[in-house]
C-alpha cells in the first residue's frame, strides 16, 4: 500500500489545499502451487481544500482524507478483485458444462427478445 500526501496553502485565507494519492498493489493466488490467481493495482486521489486553525490543525485535516479514500478504495477492492475471484471461482465449480451454459445463454436472449417484442406491442 503507497500513500502520499502533498500540501499547500490553500486560495482562501485560512485554509489549505491537500492532495493524496494512494495505491494499492494486490495479488491473489489460489491453491499453493497454483498459477491461478489474480492481481492488479488500484489508484485512486482526492484532493481537497480545508479549513486550518487550532480546533483542526493539519494532521486532523490529513487523518480524515486519508480515512475516507481508504474506505473508498477498500469497497473498490472488494468489488471489483475480489467479486471478480468469487465470480471465477464459482464459474470453475460449477457442474454445468459449456454447452449447457451456452444454450441458458441462447435462451436467456431469446425469452429477452420475445418480452422486447411483447411490451412494444
Known amino acids: 500500500y503507497q500513500r502520499r500526501v ?6 482562501k485565507a485560512g485554509t489549505s489545499k491537500y492532495k493524496l494519492t494512494s495505491t494499492i498493489i494486490l495479488s491473489m493466488k489460489f491453491g499453493e502451487g497454483s498459477d491461478l490467481g489474480v492481481s492488479g493495482s488500484l489508484t485512486r486521489q482526492n484532493e481537497a481544500e480545508l479549513p486550518v486553525d487550532d480546533t483542526r490543525p493539519h494532521l486532523v485535516n490529513i487523518g480524515n482524507i486519508v480515512q475516507d479514500l481508504e474506505n473508498k478504495l477498500r469497497i473498490s477492492v472488494d468489488q471489483v478483485y475480489f467479486g471478480k475471484a468469487q465470480e471465477v471461482t464459482s464459474y470453475l465449480r460449477s457442474k454445468q458444462s459449456l454447452s449447457d ?6 435462451l436467456a436472449a431469446a425469452l429477452k427478445k420475445q418480452l422486447a417484442k411483447k411490451s412494444d406491442s
Open 101 to 106: 451454459v451456452g444454450k441458458q445463454a441462447d
Open 6 to 11: 502533498h500540501g499547500q496553502d490553500g486560495s
